[in-house]
């Protein structure tokens, strides 16, 4: 059973295999939920309140309390390149709250019994157990410069991904350290990690830190990231390539869409940091 509703200004796509409507309805109406609670374009959302003053802190949900505990976290890890106040001092925790929101509905899904499932909101995925078919569930990583072809189709076998990029949105991703737009040779970065929260808060920050992005993911053993430049050229960390061999080939379903995997797409090669060629920087891990 698979439906694809707009939420959050942006398509939301659910798939439980062997599911019902009432799990279907429940995994949206809590996306509707976070929309009307995180949203920094409704006025009357708890951002919204939060960000102009007329809420405290002190007085905030359980649930976004526990996003600003998590955005601070963040910032930590990742040497300030991930932070929720804008260069203008408005608060937006969307680039945390999206993949937050994914690994919470797929948790709900877990919680009523279900183990075989894909949710995806704006081109983010978290998947479990298997396919309709009984295979491994299959994403394609589309082409910024034509979104009609993938260049990449990977395996995620319970793991998270989130796509971080200009191409769709424009400049829209700061630099916190320089108060203004990313200016980088990256267009996009698409991260895995151990689950959608994880990819994408640091898919978010890797972008944020343009080039360096790609040392910084090759740093935590627990991350694979795939970036592609203004150059058409592809860079993938070390270990990506695990993720793009299928167990079953037969039983791979390329959920998004069936796209052509465009094989002549230039891939700069495996990723391997080399200290000599490059100052690797140093970030905080804790």
């Known amino acids: ?29 809590y996306f509707r939920g976070i929309d009307e609670q995180f949203s920094p374009y409704k006025k009357e959302s708890e951002v919204s309140r939060l960000s102009d003053g007329r809420l405290a802190k002190s007085a905030a949900s359980r649930e976004m309390r526990e996003v600003l505990l998590l ?9 300030g390149y991930f932070d929720i106040y804008t260069p203008s001092g408005s608060f937006d925790p969307s680039g945390l ?81 320089l108060g203004a737009p990313v200016r980088s040779e990256l267009v996009s970065l698409t991260v895995i990690g151990k689950n959608v929260y994880e990819a994408d808060r640091f898919a978010t920050a890797a972008f944020a830190m343009g080039r360096d992005g790609m040392y910084f993911i090759e740093q935590h053993p627990e991350l694979e990231g795939y970036a592609i430049d203004v150059q058409c050229r592809a860079t993938l960390t070390s270990g990506f390539a695990g993720y793009t061999i299928a167990a079953k080939p037969s039983g ?26 490059i100052s690797l920087p140093t970030y905080a891990t804790s």
């Not at 601070?72 to 890890?77: D, L």
């Open 1 to 29: 059973m698979r439906q694809t509703r707009d939420i959050m200004g942006m398509p939301v796509i659910v798939e439980i295999v062997g599911g019902d409507e009432a799990a279907l309805e429940a995994v949206f109406a």
């Open 71 to 79: 955005a601070e976290q963040t910032k930590r890890e990742t040497n």
């Open 252 to 277: 791979a379903k390329v959920l998004a869409e069936e796209l052509p995997e465009r094989s002549e797409f230039s891939d700069a090669g495996t990723f391997v940091p080399d200290g000599s060629r």
């Open 97 to 177: 709250v999206k993949g937050w929101a994914i690994q919470k509905a797929a948790q709900l899904l877990h919680d009523r019994g279900h183990h075989n499932f894909w949710v995806e909101a704006g081109g983010d995925i978290q998947t479990s157990g298997r396919n309709a078919e009984g295979g491994e569930w299959s994403a394609g990583i589309r082409n910024p410069f034509n979104s009609s072809e993938i260049v990449k189709v990977v395996y995620p076998r319970g793991a998270g991904i989130a796509t971080s990029g200009t191409y769709v949105r424009g400049s829209h991703i700061y630099d916190p350290h």
